[in-house]
Nanobody, 119 residues
Framework: QVQLVESGGGLVQAGGSLRLSCAASGSIFSLNAMGWYRQAPGKQRELVAAIDRGGNTNYRDSVKGRFTVSRDNVKNTVDLQMNSLKPEDTAIYYC?????????????WGQGTQVTVSS
C-alpha cells in the first residue's frame, strides 16, 4: 500500500503561481511513475504532468511551458510548480503514484487539493 498526502493549492489570481507537493509513504520501494491529475466540475479526471523514477516527464499540452513537475526519489515526494495560471486551470488536483504489485502496476491517489484561479 502507498499513502499520498498533498499540500498546497488555494486561490490565486490569473497570472499567479502556486506549488503543490505530495509525499508518499508505505510501500515506497515499489513506486514507479508519480504525477498530478486534475478534475474540473462536470469533467473527467485528466493527466496534468507525470515523472518517472529516471526524471522523464510528460505534460498535457495546455500546461507545457507553465507547469513543472519535479520529484525527489530520496524523500519520495513529487511537486508541481504552476506558473501563469489561468481560470481554466481551476480544478481539484490529485497526486498519483503508480506502484508495482503482484499483478502489475496499481494506481494510488491522494485526497485532492482545490486550485481556484480567478479572472
Amino acid at each position: 500500500q502507498v499513502q499520498l498526502v498533498e499540500s498546497g493549492g488555494g486561490l490565486v489570481q490569473a497570472g499567479g503561481s502556486l506549488r503543490l507537493s505530495c509525499a508518499a509513504s508505505g510501500s515506497i520501494f515499489s513506486l514507479n511513475a508519480m504525477g498530478w491529475y486534475r478534475q474540473a466540475p462536470g469533467k473527467q479526471r485528466e493527466l496534468v504532468a507525470a515523472i518517472d523514477r529516471g526524471g522523464n516527464t510528460n505534460y498535457r499540452d495546455s500546461v507545457k511551458g507553465r507547469f513543472t513537475v519535479s520529484r525527489d526519489n530520496v524523500k519520495n515526494t513529487v511537486d508541481l510548480q504552476m506558473n501563469s495560471l489561468k481560470p481554466e486551470d481551476t480544478a481539484i488536483y490529485y497526486c498519483n503514484a503508480k506502484a508495482y504489485v503482484s499483478w502489475g502496476l496499481k494506481d494510488y491517489w491522494g485526497q485532492g487539493t482545490q486550485v481556484t484561479v480567478s479572472s
